[in-house]
């Protein structure tokens, strides 16, 4: 066995069964090593596309996503996903195939300080050696699995891969450190400022997606009959049509949710990290109850009332086996401003819309599919309006918030989950950055319709230009007179649809596919300017 092998040998102990990556001369010892144990790896056109992949993975299998590249430029493009993953909280091991060790540090082709370039955007950043390979190992996954959760960077020279492996793959590996049981004075003050509310609200954030039974929250909610909204990266986690539910935060229409939660007389913080929208952008001055994994991260201006931090599993059991609370909320106050902002994002139009493009791919999608799409005005059309009916089946990147996520992020979910349905959403700029992998796509034999909202700008670009009062200038992705797509990208089925019957039909029969379709529906994105930050 030599270290690659074992470097594989561990991955799979710690439950890893695909890397991403493209190849190089460094990077075949590890793609070999991968053949020999049965772990597949998967060609992606890009490296950042490979990261993104790997981040997917850590999310929905709970086990560290894995992604691999060459020096220099492969790990300058693998950065990408890589910082998605720190910022999202998904673990991931990230190897970077370097030079031969006596070759580090010199002025020679293609090398750069791995290390400086992954330090801000990791958890640590680990150098493989002769001798230290199997502790690097259990180092790596140990703190990548440790809350909150993140990427691991190895640097692995080629001589280190190719030589024999001194110790032994460890069977199993735990998070380096457990998340604390919250103290019980705080559970008492916690406690003791939601009975005194009136009007409390739960806002459920990233970090409750990682609980281990997420049925303690949503008791916890109905025990309480507290009302709740979620952030883009928790939806899913109670279902959105529950009767408590009134939708997702900051992002389409977030005037209608900020004015609502200015009628509230406690904010709750769920596992609200606030790496996806800070507590002082909606909260005014309503006091706020942080229940999470750590404290909160929040400026001076935030009522911060009280803080209990540990285990959140923990906590909202013993906060659910309190005496029931008793608050002024009425239902029918629920259900009407749930209904109010569900209408004021589908305003009146003659012509094909986002928002009826969306609705049309949600009602076609079944229940359990799996929703992945890219960063742009779509993304808050869609994380307000989409319903998502179960964890881990509405997938985007919030905290990095970088275009080019959607795809990947849909090849992982498919091979994450061969059985359900699954279906990726984007921009037309995001396709273009990232519509090589469809033949990634293709290659795998993935049943994935690609759904492109073809508005011909990049329309958050142009909403901030407008906004600002700037020319529209530089965000015009299409400026020639609209065609139909041609018939394929990459031998991949193409078809334009201008309409909603016509995209219900092109992605009924995508569903039915053996591979996949790319669908472009041509839209009229104008009332992205009412419904995206209004």
């Known amino acids: ?80 996903g890589v910082g998605s993953a720190y910022l999202d909280r998904s673990p991931m091991i990230a190897i970077t195939c370097n030079l031969n060790t006596p070759q580090l540090g010199r002025r020679i082709q293609m090398w750069i300080d791995h290390h400086a370039l992954f330090r801000p955007i990791t958890k640590a950043t680990l150098s493989a050696r002769h001798d230290n390979v199997a502790e690097v190992m259990r180092e790596a996954i140990s ?194 401003h749930r209904k109010y902002f569900q209408e004021s994002l589908r305003p009146e139009s003659k012509s094909f819309t986002p928002w009826q493009a969306i609705d049309v791919v949600r009602d076609v999608t079944p229940k359990d599919g799996i929703l992945s799409f890219d960063v742009g005005a779509h993304t808050h059309q869609i994380a307000s309006q989409w319903s998502a009916h179960a964890p881990r089946e509405f997938l985007v990147t919030n905290g990095w918030s970088s275009m080019g ?37 293709r290659r795998m034999k993935l049943a994935v319709p690609v759904v492109v909202l073809d508005d011909r700008w990049l329309s958050l670009i142009q909403i901030k230009q407008h906004k600002r009062q700037y020319e529209q200038y530089g965000s015009n992705v299409e400026p020639e007179p609209y065609r139909d797509p041609p018939s394929h990208y990459f031998n991949v089925p193409a078809i334009g649809v201008r309409n909603p019957d016509e995209l219900r039909k092109a992605l009924e029969a995508a569903f039915k596919a053996n591979g996949p379709t790319v669908i472009e529906a041509v839209v009229d994105g104008s009332h992205y300017f009412e419904t995206v930050f209004d």
């Open 143 to 336: 703190i990548a699995l440790a809350e909150p959760q993140g990427p691991v960077h190895i640097d692995l020279p080629e001589d280190v891969s190719l030589a024999e492996a001194k110790g032994i793959a460890p069977v199993k590996v735990k998070a380096a450190t457990e998340l604390p049981i919250a103290d019980a004075a705080a559970i008492a003050k916690g406690s003791a400022i939601i009975s005194e509310a009136k009007r409390p609200l739960a806002v459920i954030g990233s970090s409750a997606m990682r609980m281990l039974d997420p049925q303690k929250l949503r008791a916890f909610l109905e025990k309480h009959h507290i009302p709740f909204a979620t952030t883009t990266m928790a939806k899913g986690l109670v279902d959105d049509k529950h009767p408590l539910a009134i939708g997702c935060i900051e992002r389409g229409r977030r005037q209608v949710q900020r004015s609502f939660i200015r009628s509230c007389d406690l904010i709750i913080g769920l596992g609200y990290d606030t790496i996806e929208v800070e507590y002082e952008a909606w909260s005014s001055d309503v006091p706020v109850l942080s229940l999470d994994i750590e404290p909160p991260d929040v400026a001076a201006s935030v009522n911060l009332k009280g803080t209990v931090a540990g285990n959140l599993d923990d906590i909202l059991e013993r906060m659910a086996n309190i005496d029931t609370i008793n608050n002024s909320w009425d239902d029918t106050e629920i259900a009407a």
């Open 405 to 441: 996520f959607g795809l990947p992020g849909a090849i992982a979910a498919k091979i994450a989950n061969p059985t359900k349905p699954v279906v990726c959403l984007l921009g037309d700029g995001c396709f273009q950055m990232t519509a090589g992998e469809l033949a990634t796509l």
């Open 1 to 80: 066995m030599n270290n690659a092998d074992l470097i594989v040998q561990t991955l799979q102990n710690a439950g890893v069964t695909h890397g991403f990556g493209i190849p190089s001369g460094n990077v075949l010892p590890m793609i070999d090593a991968m053949r020999r144990a049965g772990m597949e790896f998967v060609l992606t056109a890009h490296e950042g596309s490979a990261s993104f992949a790997a981040d997917v993975m850590g999310r929905l299998t709970g086990k560290p996503g894995f992604c691999i590249a060459t020096l220099g430029p492969g790990a300058t493009n693998l950065s990408t």
